[in-house]
């Protein structure tokens, strides 16, 4: 059975960091991309960021661009993010995906259950 299990969320002041991970199990995703999604409260779900499989294609949201870093540890099984100047507006459950290629959710096969980040003024 296939399992991604992220965690790292919690809360934190803006302008803080915070660091998610996401664990897979249940099969090797080292050949496929992962990414970053996230829902704040009534809205869509979001693309944030991806990396492909050997992380030389690695793409974010313009929202994120400069302020979080994605990254890969294949021989973990583990996609990180690393979420720096974080602001309110960041809020959200935070979504790992894998076996996707687009910013488009209906693209990716696997997905966590997702870890609440939330950010105070």
């Known amino acids: 059975q296939v399992q991604l299990v992220e965690s790292g969320g919690g809360l934190v002041q803006a302008g803080g960091s915070l660091r998610l991970s996401c664990a897979a199990s249940g099969r090797t995703f080292s050949s496929v991309s992962m990414g970053w999604f996230r829902q704040a409260p009534g809205k869509e779900r979001e693309f944030v960021a991806v990396?492909?499989?050997?992380?030389?294609?690695?793409y974010y949201a313009d929202s994120v661009k400069g302020r979080f870093t994605i990254s890969r540890d294949n021989a973990k099984n583990t996609v990180y993010l690393q979420m720096d100047s974080l602001k309110p507006e960041d809020t959200a459950v935070y979504y790992c995906a894998a076996d996707g290629s687009s910013g488009r959710v209906a693209d990716w096969v696997y997905w966590g259950q997702g870890t609440q980040v939330t950010v105070s003024l």
């Open positions: 990396i492909s499989w050997s992380s030389g294609n690695i």
